[in-house]
């Protein structure tokens, strides 16, 4: 046994999992390469080594938890991780130039992909489980959640910024008797957005939330913040504050984090969120000060463990279909990671979902919080 192997053992035993263990959340190296690999890249080494078979787990998501309630991630720490962080201190990677770039990174992947792992309204959030045993009623009742939050009325008019294929849009629009402008940045999210909302009262922009304009009676942004970028929170809230009528609400829907960072972690950065970053309270509550009235805070950051497992169960499900439209193993090993590492994060409550309701000056009364 080489040293690089002696370490990562020994790191390993402190979150009480074993190389070649018999329990579920035991790493299985299939190759020794995965020593060294993780040893030299931390935390991206170790994705990747997933990503190229040379090691397996059967419960990825609670090898992950155990891995974060130990904080193993930060004992490797090579000089390339750095690299993320040193990019947000020193560049706006959120700047409007770049703007489309996550779409068509991400977003883009292909609304087969999307459409095979998602609900029926491909809603691409945390459901809402309370009363949820699974994954249409969860999206369902968390649409619903946010509508309510709102104080949907008949005939208001509403922004959705970031607004994926159009589900709240939809919703809102049908139940509700509201009209809706959604903008998103991803062209393959536009196109079959509005084939999905045609008929409804439902407009659906290629537009970045800088060029926003008109006045709304509400708005809502679910699972766009992690793009926008600490350098423009500040940008943001303002021209939220600035599209609302004197006595809109707006909804701000966001995984959070605790630890104060300006990156996702490196892994995601490179492979699935290029420029994402989870904003803490305090950077949350900085930029909005002075600026709108936080008039309700919701974590259910519990809820995202079951959605992404979902998520991951309908992959499966529809594998040999993604195989065939050209998502190979190599991507399936990727999203796996991705998915399961992922609710193994909200699981160990490293990573929360909130819903943050604003107010432009203030309610009269004040603003009943609604589970």
């Known amino acids: 046994m080489d040293k690089a192997e002696q370490t990562i053992r020994k790191l390993l035993a402190l979150a009480d999992i074993k190389v070649d263990g018999d329990r579920p959340f035991d790493i299985q190296v299939n190759d020794g390469e995965f020593y060294q690999r993780v040893l030299r890249d931390g935390v991206v080494g170790f994705g990747e080594a997933y990503m190229a078979g040379l090691w397996d787990c059967k419960a990825l998501d609670e090898l992950i938890d155990r891995v974060l309630r130990a904080d193993l991630e930060h004992a490797i720490s090579p000089l390339s991780m750095l ?3 040193l990019k947000a201190k020193l560049v ?7 703007a489309f770039d996550i779409g068509e990174y991400h977003y883009d992947l292909g609304n087969e992909l999307y459409r095979r792992m998602l609900d029926k309204r491909m809603t691409y959030t945390c459901g809402y489980w309370q009363n949820a045993n699974d994954l249409d009623t969860a999206q369902e009742a968390k649409l619903d959640l946010v509508c309510r ?21 939809a919703f809102a629009a049908q139940g509700y008797d509201v009209r809706v402008v959604g903008v998103t940045v991803s062209r393959e999210q536009l196109e079959l957005g509005r084939e999905l909302c045609k008929g409804l009262p439902v407009e ?20 766009m913040f992690e793009h926008v970028g600490v350098k423009n929170y500040r940008t943001y809230m303002k021209l939220v504050r600035d599209s609302l009528t004197y006595n809109g609400l707006f909804l701000l829907h966001t995984i959070g984090t605790n630890t104060k960072k300006t990156s996702v972690d490196p892994w995601t950065d490179k492979y699935i969120f290029p420029g994402g970053m989870l904003p803490t309270p305090s950077q ?15 974590n259910f950051g519990v809820d995202y463990d079951p959605t992404l497992r979902a998520w991951m169960a ?11 439209l050209g998502y190979d193993e190599r991507f399936y090993r990727m999203w796996r990671f991705f998915l399961l590492s992922s609710a193994g994060a909200f699981r160990a409550r490293r990573n929360h979902l909130w819903q943050i309701v604003y107010s432009k000056s203030g309610l009269d009364g004040g603003y009943q919080g609604i589970r």
Not at 92 to 98: P, T, Y
Not at 154 to 167: A, E, Q, V
């Open 204 to 223: 659906l922009r290629l537009q970045d939330y800088r060029d926003m304009d008109g006045t709304f009676d509400r708005i809502v942004s679910l699972g």
């Open 314 to 324: 309908n992959v499966n499900d529809h594998r040999a279909e993604l195989r065939q």
């Open 83 to 85: 690299l993320p962080v």
């Open 92 to 98: 706006n990677r959120q700047s409007s130039a770049r």
């Open 149 to 169: 939050k709102l104080a949907l009325q008949p005939g208001m008019r509403i922004l959705d910024i970031g607004c994926g294929w159009g589900s709240f849009a």
């Open 284 to 298: 949350v509550c900085a930029a909005a000060e002075g600026v709108l009235v936080m008039e309700d805070w919701h």
